[in-house]
């Protein structure tokens, strides 16, 4: 009796199983259309200023006047010739990369070993010196002008790109340690003592073990200092008077007269100026998001 019973119950529950696999699947089905249609769509809105602008860069500034939707056919390169040699566009594009790549390479060099020290060595106030460190994240940017400008003049920096790489990576080292001390914590003691037994010292197990696991933490830190600081617009304008000096942010504002405005070479030079942060995330994206999620498998 028990057995018909049983099977009675399995012949009535396999149809009912079948239907709500069914259901799951078109539910799962509908869900993953409805994403694919969100994210398209933002892509397609996120990109279309970025798409306005590169479109805009090969036309001439009267058409930009006369048709501002048309496009761009035929394709004027006038624009890219005159930002890059009558408006100095190229000097402002090397100060930038001077700038930028210097900051982040001193922000990573300072770091990386402070970052190391603090979060795996044991000694007397490595925990005050961190929360020091930490501190700086919270003081805002504007407060800090007016005693920098007064620090850079008292050091004869003013009116050099030295005092930008100087104050860009002063700026960027709390965050990098920050960052750096959580990946560094993650990372196991056995990895240090089985290279502290096969001979290796100190300085060899942070260069040979340690630095080569922290890999994606390092793309990280160098992608959020490079974006801002090859944004960077206010300390420049402060604290530059050459302009041969400028840099990008700064010389953009070449472009804007006081009764005109040159929209063509303003495109182009803005079309310039993008094109090293797309070739950063392009190439540095995968390093990016391992180091976003590296905490989230721990």
Known sequence: MTDTSTKRRSSIAGPAREEARVTDKSTERRSSIFVNVFVWGYALIALLPLGMMVLNSFRTTADLYTKPLGLPWPPHLEAYVTAWTDVSFSTFFLNSVIVTLG????????????????????????????ALFIAGLMIPVLLTVLPVFQLIDGLGLLDSRIALILLYAAGGIPFSIFVLSAFFRQLPVELEEAAEIDGAGRLRTFFSVMMPLVAPAIATVVIFRFVPVWNEFLFPLVLLRSEEKYTLPVGLTRFFGEYSTNWAPLFAALVISTVPLLLVFVFATKYFIRGLTAGMGK
Not at 106 to 130: D, M, N, Q
């Open 103 to 130: 900051s982040v390479f001193l922000t990573s060099l300072v770091s990386l070993p402070a970052a190391y020290a603090l979060s795996r060595w044991k000694f007397r106030g490595a925990a005050a010196i961190e």
